[in-house]
């Protein structure tokens, strides 16, 4: 009869970098959802040239719409971010192989925003670095609870 495997430490709480990225998450949702702003208005004046003060009062309209995309953002973001910590602290916790797939959404949403971020001259894209790397070994530290060796 085989012995089972003894998780190791690391294996047992990676779930929670996972479950800390959502609750981060849910920080951002949350604030671009209530302000309707960027969190960067520098990467925002490289793009458009113009400081956010200025789009707001030169052309409202704009600054409406722009609003209400950051507001979507917002929500998406937040929507995301509760799937990550339901998920994080149900299935990937017990080590449902389906789980550790799906996770992976994560760091590719996070390499996406840091590369994005990076061509905008956003001081933000440190952040995102650290919280791709931080993504990145919330799922490859438990590898082997996921795919045990046979």
């Known amino acids: 009869m085989a012995v089972p495997r003894k998780e190791r430490a690391y294996e047992k709480h990676a779930w929670t970098l996972l479950f800390g990225?959502?609750?981060?998450?849910?920080?951002?949702?949350?604030?671009?959802?209530?302000?309707?702003?960027?969190?960067?208005?520098?990467?925002?004046?490289?793009?458009?040239?113009?400081p956010w003060d200025?789009?707001?009062?030169?052309?409202?309209?704009?600054?409406?719409?722009?609003?209400?995309?950051?507001?979507?953002?917002g929500i998406s973001i937040?929507?995301?971010s509760t799937l990550v910590l339901t998920i994080s602290c149900?299935?990937?916790?017990?080590?449902?192989?389906w789980a550790w797939y799906v996770m992976w959404v994560?760091?590719?949403?996070?390499?996406?925003?840091t590369v994005i971020e990076m061509s905008l001259?956003?001081?933000?894209?440190?952040?995102?670095?650290f919280l791709?790397?931080?993504?990145l070994l919330g799922l490859l530290l438990p590898y082997r609870k996921f795919f045990p060796r046979k």
């Open 21 to 50: 990225l959502g609750i981060v998450g849910l920080i951002f949702g949350v604030r671009y959802m209530i302000l309707g702003e960027p969190v960067d208005v520098r990467a925002g004046e490289n793009l458009t040239g113009m």
């Open 54 to 73: 200025e789009i707001v009062t030169r052309n409202p309209g704009v600054a409406g719409y722009m609003s209400a995309l950051y507001r979507d953002i």
């Open 78 to 80: 937040f929507a995301f």
């Open 90 to 97: 149900i299935s990937y916790r017990r080590g449902e192989r």
């Open 106 to 113: 994560g760091p590719f949403f996070l390499l996406g925003i």
């Open 121 to 129: 001259a956003g001081r933000f894209w440190v952040l995102y670095a």
């Open 132 to 135: 791709l790397i931080l993504s």
